[in-house]
């Protein structure tokens, strides 16, 4: 069964990448897909953040890094896959969460959402909070990869320069 992990990963933290290797556990393919969303306003390109996504999932053989545009359904059909995989945090994320997963069914009846909860020790975490972080120069080593948080450092010192 092939699964799509849809989502910004502006950037992938360690919550996005602990979600990824245990849907990797459970499906044949996991598909990362980056949308290319026009209306928001991105830290990384698409290509970047591609990139970083590759560099924090080497270890794992069944799974791929792509990106899409438009609706996830369109895209999950175009990849036959059956799953949409997203996780779930807290309370919070439930509503919008199952709020998509009903719009996506009615788009298509062929694709079921699944929710992973997400491991305690990242419940807390988003790319929003990390970014947040960094802005005020706090720690974010123990949140995203490692190239990651320097490729964060570097976003920064390019547009806060000293
Ligand atoms: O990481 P995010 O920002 O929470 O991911 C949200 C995402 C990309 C999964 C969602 O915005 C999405 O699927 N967008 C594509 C457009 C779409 O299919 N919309 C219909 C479902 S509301």
Same mark, same amino acid.
């Given at each position: 069964m092939i699964a799509i992990y849809p989502g910004s990963f502006d950037p992938i933290t360690?919550? +996005? $990448?602990?979600l990824i @290797?245990?849907?990797? /556990? $459970?499906? @044949?393919?996991v598909i990362v897909a980056v949308l290319q969303n026009p209306n928001k306003a991105p830290m990384f390109t698409v290509q970047e953040r591609l990139e970083q996504i590759r560099r924090s999932t080497l270890h794992l053989p069944n799974l791929e890094v792509d990106f899409f545009d438009g609706l996830t359904v369109n895209y999950a059909q175009m990849? /036959? =896959?059956?799953v949409l995989l997203r996780g779930l945090r807290a309370v919070s994320d439930f509503e919008a969460e199952l709020q998509m997963a009903h719009i996506n069914k009615t788009l298509s009846d062929q694709i079921e959402t699944v929710f992973l909860a997400t491991s305690n020790e990242y419940s807390f975490l988003s790319s929003s909070?990390?970014?947040e972080i960094a802005r005020f120069g706090g720690?974010?080593?123990? $949140?995203?990869?490692? +190239?990651?948080a320097l490729d964060i450092?570097?976003?920064? =010192?390019?547009? +806060?320069?000293?």
């Amino acid at each position: 069964m092939i699964a799509i992990y849809p989502g910004s990963f502006d950037p992938i933290t360690l919550g +996005h $990448l602990d979600l990824i @290797e245990r849907g990797c /556990r $459970l499906f @044949e393919q996991v598909i990362v897909a980056v949308l290319q969303n026009p209306n928001k306003a991105p830290m990384f390109t698409v290509q970047e953040r591609l990139e970083q996504i590759r560099r924090s999932t080497l270890h794992l053989p069944n799974l791929e890094v792509d990106f899409f545009d438009g609706l996830t359904v369109n895209y999950a059909q175009m990849r /036959r =896959a059956q799953v949409l995989l997203r996780g779930l945090r807290a309370v919070s994320d439930f509503e919008a969460e199952l709020q998509m997963a009903h719009i996506n069914k009615t788009l298509s009846d062929q694709i079921e959402t699944v929710f992973l909860a997400t491991s305690n020790e990242y419940s807390f975490l988003s790319s929003s909070v990390v970014k947040e972080i960094a802005r005020f120069g706090g720690p974010i080593d123990h $949140l995203v990869p490692q +190239h990651v948080a320097l490729d964060i450092y570097r976003c920064h =010192a390019k547009t +806060h320069p000293t």
